[in-house]
């Protein structure tokens, strides 16, 4: 179970960032064209990240990832599991992210962050690794996905207005 750790600890801070992204952003309804097109950047995030994970899944992540901590091999089965659910929990956002749905934002946000630093962490492990490792050549893919998506999603939210303490006005006096 401790091969695992790397790769919860990654994605858990992505996640968190995701979850705060999501909880400070709203879009207000006057942006549904901004909606449509982060729904269509998150669709082709989508497709870009399963090449990624097809080529991880080909060249062992699985196996060499946890190899660089000297921790055993992620379970193939666990590994495909966890990257097909969230495909599809992805793949399931796009009609929420078009509506306006918080968790389908969370999930775009989620998404966006893991393939940017997708695209900073495959060459890292590359040099790492002495040359090449499994995801390096759609990394710089599923890089451009993420900062395309993390743009419209940016053009589709604002931030939430500040609310003051209660009995605290935030206007100033005449």
């Known amino acids: 179970m401790t091969s695992v750790l790397p790769s919860v600890v990654a994605l858990g801070l992505a996640a968190l960032a995701a979850?705060?992204?999501a909880l400070r952003r709203y879009s207000p309804?006057?942006?549904?064209?901004?909606?449509?097109?982060a729904s269509r950047a998150?669709?082709?995030?989508?497709?870009?990240?399963?090449?990624?994970?097809?080529?991880?899944?080909?060249?062992g992540f699985?196996?060499?990832?946890?190899?660089?901590?000297?921790?055993?091999?992620?379970?193939f089965e666990g590994f495909v599991a966890f990257n097909v659910a969230w495909l599809g929990i992805w793949a399931l956002s796009v009609p929420g992210l078009r509506s306006g749905r918080?968790?389908?934002?969370?999930?775009?946000?989620?998404?966006?962050?893991?393939?940017?630093?997708n695209a900073i962490a495959h060459p890292l492990l590359a040099v790492a690794a002495g040359g090449y490792f499994p995801g390096l050549v759609t990394s710089p893919a599923i890089g451009a996905a993420g900062v395309g998506l993390w743009l419209?999603?940016?053009?589709?939210?604002?931030s939430k207005p500040e609310t003051g303490s209660p009995g605290i006005s935030r206007t100033s006096s005449p």
């Open 19 to 21: 979850l705060l992204l």
């Open 29 to 37: 309804p006057v942006r549904s064209s901004e909606r449509r097109a």
């Open 42 to 59: 998150l669709t082709v995030a989508v497709a870009v990240q399963a090449f990624h994970f097809a080529e991880e899944a080909a060249t």
């Open 62 to 75: 699985h196996e060499r990832f946890p190899g660089l901590f000297d921790l055993p091999s992620l379970p």
């Open 102 to 117: 918080a968790p389908a934002f969370f999930a775009a946000w989620f998404l966006a962050i893991a393939g940017m630093l």
């Open 152 to 158: 419209r999603l940016r053009g589709a939210t604002a």
